[in-house]
């Protein structure tokens, strides 16, 4: 099976442009996570769904950013606009009832703004 | 509310040698908790987890991890290092409050292995 993919891989882009990053989860999950990785402040959990519902978005920094998952295999996180600080890896993971919390992650959306 | 401390930002040690990375755990729950492993430009894998069975949890790759609820601690070893254990390290930690699905991530400790 596949795992979960992720794209783009690198985006580069100016600030105050949109950025749109995607995900598509493992086939089965119900559960579906976006985290951001930086050196300052290392892993933190953005938002997540359940069954396609944002359950939790406490970590949404602002709203310049939102997060929306129309299907069971499909979720978007988009920066609109932009800025340097959101330079990141975005990391989108996926889970299951029953898991225990054992999350499958994608490979990551490496985004640099300049 | 979790959390967890991971001490050491780096560890470094030689090719046999034991591996200890250090993670305490702050719960107001009962909690699970978990090590992942980031080899460079991947995602985060699953090692092992501990979730309220047994106290001493084996992993893959010849990990493992003891809980001790009197010493808040969820501490990872490996007997012998190998050149493919550098890598990071994240300890984690969930809770019933939230159905064990929000983790909540360590600073991750960065494995130097020297031959």
């Known amino acids: 099976d596949a795992g979960v993919i992720q794209s783009p891989r690198h985006e580069v882009t100016e600030m105050g442009q949109e950025v749109t990053l995607r995900c598509k989860p493992i086939?089965?999950?119900?559960?579906l996570f976006w985290y951001r990785q930086t050196m300052m402040r290392g892993l933190e959990l953005l938002i997540y769904?359940?069954?396609?519902?944002?359950?939790?978005d406490s970590g949404m920094p602002e709203d310049r950013f939102s997060a929306k998952m129309p299907n069971a295999s499909f979720s978007t996180l988009k920066i609109q606009p932009s800025e340097p600080r959101d330079s990141a890896v975005y990391f989108c993971?996926?889970?299951?009832?029953?898991?225990?919390?054992?999350?499958?992650f994608g490979e990551g959306s490496r985004l640099t703004v300049l | 509310a979790q959390s967890v401390t991971q001490l050491g930002s780096h560890v470094s040690v030689s090719e046999g040698a034991l591996v200890l990375l250090r993670c305490n755990y702050s719960?107001?729950?009962?909690?699970?908790l978990f090590w992942y492993v980031q080899y460079p430009n991947q995602g985060l894998q699953l090692l092992l987890k501990?979730?309220?069975?047994?106290?001493l949890v084996k992993g893959i790759n010849g990990f493992e991890a003891e809980f001790k609820k009197s010493e808040t601690s969820f501490h990872l070893t490996k007997p012998s290092a190998h050149m493919s254990d550098a890598a990071e390290y994240f300890c984690?930690?969930?809770?019933?409050?939230?159905?064990?699905?929000?983790?909540?991530f360590g600073t991750g400790t960065r494995l130097l292995v020297s031959p």
């Open positions: 993971a996926s889970s299951f009832m029953g898991a225990a919390g054992e999350l499958f």
């Open positions: 086939s089965g999950h119900d559960y």
């Open positions: 769904f359940n069954n396609n519902v944002p359950i939790d």
């Open positions: 719960s107001s729950v009962p909690p699970y």
């Open positions: 501990y979730t309220s069975a047994a106290t």
């Open positions: 984690a930690v969930s809770g019933s409050n939230t159905g064990f699905q929000k983790l909540v």
